[in-house]
Nanobody, 121 residues
Framework: QVQLIESGGGLVQAGGSLRLSCAAS????????IGWFRQAPGKERDFVAA????????SYTDSVKGRFTMSRDNAKNTVYLQMNSLKPEDTAVYYC??????????????WGQGTQVTVSS
């Protein structure tokens, strides 16, 4: 069992930065890949980025490549999503999830409650 809690969301102007954190409980944190997903109002939840359990493999959706950086600290049971050069279209509720290192939601067994990111133009 893994419990996930996201933090770090907020309101930022376009071009600004935020760092999201995903803190996990459980001794087996390093066994799980962690994914970040986001859901904008009226839209489906989409993949943003994922990191393997070891942290050696990271994958990003094309729209955030070069702007977002995902990392993890297994000693702290925490995953981070550094978001730079934010755009209004990045506005969404961001969720972290624990599961397999893939891009589709059904592979993730545990989900956080989400954190709101709002980017003003």
């Amino acid at each position: 069992q893994v419990q996930l809690i996201e933090s770090g969301g907020g309101l930022v102007q376009a071009g600004g930065s935020l760092r999201l954190s995903c803190a996990a409980s459980g001794r087996t944190f390093g066994n799980y890949a962690i994914g970040w997903f986001r859901q904008a109002p009226g839209k489906e939840r989409d993949f943003v980025a994922a990191i393997s359990g070891s942290g050696r493999s990271i994958s990003y959706t094309d729209s955030v490549k070069g702007r977002f950086t995902m990392s993890r600290d297994n000693a702290k049971n925490t995953v981070y999503l550094q978001m730079n050069s934010l755009k209004p279209e990045d506005t969404a509720v961001y969720y972290c999830a624990a599961g397999r290192y893939v891009r589709y939601e059904s592979a993730y067994d545990y989900w956080g409650q989400g954190t709101q990111v709002t980017v003003s133009s």
